[in-house]
């Protein structure tokens, strides 16, 4: 007969699999998102493009658009996580600039839309899909404009040599806190098991977590930080500390505060928002 003390280690070892499976899972599920595809494409607006796949360093294929203006100065579009660049503010940005006087560049993170790669790393290797595209487009001055993961990327560019500016709409700042509040928000799981699924994350990935606060204090560059009043993802009071921080050494960051959710301020805020990143980019190219 079995005794009742083995019983009950024999269910707390089935319970803990469990647990671990489910942490497993939870981080599959963060690693690979479902890709988005959309039936729009920039002739939706009257702009001629081209269609263009490139490899990075590190081997991913990368899907994108280019729109050929015969400009030395060019507009990088950045997706979120989760998305691609079918969703509605890359979609919207495109809209505002079809009739500014700048090539116009917009495409697929790895693991997301028609790009390759397996696995996303919400902003790490992610640079390396911006730096493969950014050496083929590049032109004499270059702005990205990039949403939320988007965002992360448009401040590291800002360390590449060729970026002249940007403008960061919803940056996670510290990626752990952005990380549990999503579970929360969007699978309503209690925030702490983000931190039980994130090694599993970091082992199918091999991303490391990129936390922006750690770049207030290198970025020298035009940098415009947008951030809605009603984010559930990020803090007003972390984007305040950036950009409190990168004001120290640096006389050209600035601050717009919406009334907007995550990444929704072009919407919430349509022309304002409008105003705002067209005079920043006119201002700044």
């Not at 309503?188 to 983000?194: A, H, Q, T, V």
């Not at 304002?272 to 700044?284: A, L, Q, T």
Request: hydrophobic fraction near 45%; include cysteine; charged fraction near 25%.
């Amino acid at each position: 007969m079995i005794s009742v003390p083995l019983i009950f280690l024999i269910v707390v070892i089935v319970i803990a699999l469990l647990f671990i499976l489910f942490s497993v899972y939870i981080a599959y599920r963060m690693a690979k998102p479902p890709r988005e595809l959309g039936d729009w494409t920039p002739q939706t607006f009257g702009l001629d493009y081209v269609d263009f796949e490139l490899k990075t360093k590190d081997g991913i294929n990368i899907s994108g658009w280019y729109i050929d203006k015969k400009s030395t100065k060019t507009v990088f579009l950045l997706h979120g996580y989760t998305v691609s660049r079918w969703t509605f503010y890359i979609k919207k940005m495109v809209e505002f600039l079809r009739d500014e006087p700048y090539n116009i560049v917009l495409f697929d993170f790895r693991a997301h839309g028609k790009s390759g790669g397996k696995y996303t790393t919400v902003g790490d290797k992610e640079i390396e899909d911006f730096r493969a595209v950014l050496k083929k487009f590049a032109t004499s001055q270059n702005c990205v404009v990039g949403y939320s993961m988007g965002g992360i990327i448009a401040i590291r560019a800002l360390l590449e040599d060729e970026v002249s500016c940007a403008i960061a709409d919803s940056p996670p700042i510290m990626m752990d806190l952005t990380g549990k509040r999503g579970l929360k928000y969007f699978a309503n799981l209690p925030e702490w098991i983000y931190y039980v699924a994130k090694p599993f994350f970091t082992l199918l990935t091999g991303g490391k977590t990129i936390n922006i606060i750690d770049l207030s204090e290198k970025i020298k560059k035009p940098l415009l930080i947008i951030e809605g009043e009603y984010d559930p993802l990020v803090r007003i009071r972390e984007v305040l500390e950036f950009h409190k921080r990168n004001s120290v050494i640096n006389k050209d960051v600035s601050l717009w505060i919406n009334s907007g959710a995550h990444v929704r301020g072009i919407v919430a805020d349509e022309e304002e928002y409008r105003e705002r990143v067209i005079d920043f980019i006119n201002g700044k190219l």
